[in-house]
């Protein structure tokens, strides 16, 4: 087994300068790093001091600190907005002990093609807060696009825009828990009788996660009486890499039905 | 690498290497009830719990939980004065081979901390990620609304750890 050294910085301009200077990896409590096989001498930077564990809502704007773990997302989101995306999708990842260690900040850095926060955050347009070599605040979508985004930056928060919608969450699995195949989010906002407005975001396909704009275009400001979600999926030309027992076709089948599905729920209910 | 860890409430200086899993520094320092089974993450017999919620110790690294509380089975009751999650696990027939017990014993203490009450649904998310070969599950959950109720005839604050 490989060594590493560990180091625990109380302030963030500490922590930056190992990882610029010392290419030290951040870790804040997530489980992708310990199944992975580690080079001798690594170098860690624990970012349990740096108060990076937090849920604020402020005016209906979310402030979620980046070591923040799945659960405590879900269960401080249930107490204040309760039916929010985040409850549904983060509550549903993995299991209950890797949820407790899975962070908001590692999982967005990461990014994985498997992810159940990718999808709402993109859909929410959140924003995400950086220190580092690129200090700022950007939007998630050029966060996920942006090498020199992800490159000796810290995230320190995921901010959440003020906003009310009605959500829905869909994830593809072979089992409750296993690694989502894809995952779909629609967020919508109806009056009594028109889409104000929708969202759809989707991953796990080949290009990683998208939003479905020509959709989304196509049903804002649409009559719900005159909304047919029948066949209004396939125009997506979603691709996506076999799994395990699931040809690339009946997963885009798959997708495609249950996109429907949610849309028909969500605006048609 | 040593560092201090408060273990089933008490100050221990624990020497490991800093690539090592809270699983193996536990059992490296004789905490043998802290069962090893997957190490990937998937079975959850390692867990513990870190400052009250549960983990699979197996996907924690020691050195990232340094200064932290953790609870083993141990810390909670034992075959003298077994805690009456434990003793409701016995009644209930939930205990064949034994070696998810803990786990799914420790995540029960959890759960009933903050849910004394829980609904079936809740019990399932609570306990998800231990898997359980031996009982098909049916008498666990029984085990848990056992405790459950064991819980309603005695004082809330022994549900804290000891």
């Known amino acids: ?269 | 690498m040593e560092e201090t860890f408060y273990i089933n409430n008490k100050k221990k200086q624990l020497v490991f290497n800093g690539a090592e899993t809270l699983l193996n520094t536990l059992r490296n320092h004789g905490y043998n009830e802290v069962k090893r089974g997957c190490e990937e993450g998937e079975c959850g017999a390692c867990i513990v719990l870190l400052n009250g919620k549960p983990v699979n110790s197996c996907r924690v690294f020691s050195a990232a939980v340094a200064g932290h509380e953790i609870t083993t089975v141990k810390g909670i009751g034992d075959i003298h004065q077994p805690h009456f999650i434990q003793q409701a696990f016995v009644e209930s027939g939930a205990v064949q081979c034994g070696f998810c017990t803990p786990a799914l014993v420790l995540a029960t203490h959890s759960l009933l901390k903050t849910n004394p009450a829980p609904t079936d649904e809740e019990i399932n998310q609570a306990l998800d990620g231990i898997l359980c070969r031996c009982t098909g599950y049916v008498k666990i959950i029984d085990a848990v609304k056992l405790a459950s109720q064991k819980m309603k005839q005695i004082a809330p604050e022994t549900i804290e750890d000891t």
């Open chain 1, 1 to 269: 087994m490989g060594n590493i050294c560990w180091h625990y910085p109380e302030q963030i301009k500490k922590a930056l300068g190992l990882i610029e200077n010392h290419r030290a990896v951040p870790h804040g409590g997530g489980t992708h790093l310990t199944g992975k096989r580690l080079m001798n001498e690594s170098s860690f930077v624990s970012l349990d001091r740096l108060s990076l564990h937090y849920v604020t809502t402020d005016q209906g704007s979310i402030s979620i600190g980046a070591a923040t773990d799945y659960n405590s997302i879900a269960q401080q989101l249930k107490t204040t907005i309760p039916g929010h995306i985040l409850i549904k999708s983060l509550g549903q990842a993995a299991t209950t002990p890797l949820r407790n260690r899975i962070t908001i900040g590692g999982s967005l850095a990461l990014a994985p093609n498997w992810s159940d926060l990718t999808g709402p955050l993109v859909a929410l347009e959140a924003l995400v807060k950086l220190q580092g070599t690129s200090s700022g605040t950007y939007p998630v979508m050029e966060y996920l696009t942006s090498k020199t985004l992800q490159s000796k930056t810290l995230i320190t928060e995921i901010e959440l825009p003020k906003s009310h919608w009605e959500s829905w969450y869909y994830r593809e699995g072979i089992t409750k828990n296993d690694h989502p195949v894809f995952t779909l989010t629609i967020l919508a906002k109806r009056t009594a009788h028109s889409v104000e407005d929708v969202r759809i975001a989707i991953t796990g396909h080949t290009h990683r996660f998208m939003r479905a704009t020509e959709i989304e275009n196509q049903l804002k400001g649409k009559a719900l009486n005159q909304i047919q979600t029948a066949g209004i999926a396939s125009k997506l030309a979603l691709k996506f890499a076999p799994a395990k027992g699931m040809s690339s076709g009946y997963i885009r089948h798959l997708a495609e039905t249950y996109l429907e599905r949610g849309l028909t729920e969500l605006l048609k209910s």
